[in-house]
């Protein structure tokens, strides 16, 4: 029988080392680069956070702006001004002016 011949090298320290070496720098800017991303992550989230925050004042500020229209389109309001404003009266009112200046 034939002896298989050793066609591999020996792997010296050296090669090891370097080995190594790039291994340690792969996972250090693995590890950079899923730090900067937790960190706009964290950034985005808040950005997010403020942003539901201001639609849902927004939102407030609308229903208050519909209560509103609703108001001055209302009879109640028409009324209103024309007592105030025009000085008119519902038909069969008296209206009582006092002239007196107290």
Request: glycine share 4%; net charge positive.
């Amino acid at each position: 029988m034939k002896k298989a011949a050793n066609t591999g090298r020996k792997k010296r320290p050296f090669d090891r080392t370097i080995i190594l070496f790039f291994m340690v720098l792969f996972f250090a800017a693995v590890s950079v680069g899923i730090g900067s991303q937790l960190k706009l992550y964290g950034q985005y989230k808040q950005e997010a956070e403020d942003i539901l925050s201001q639609i849902e004042e927004e939102q407030k500020k609308n229903a208050e702006y519909i209560k509103e229209k609703e108001y001055y389109n209302s009879d109640a309001y028409v009324e209103k001004v024309a007592r105030q404003q025009l000085g008119l009266v519902m038909p069969n009112e008296i209206l009582y002016v006092n002239n007196a200046n107290n």
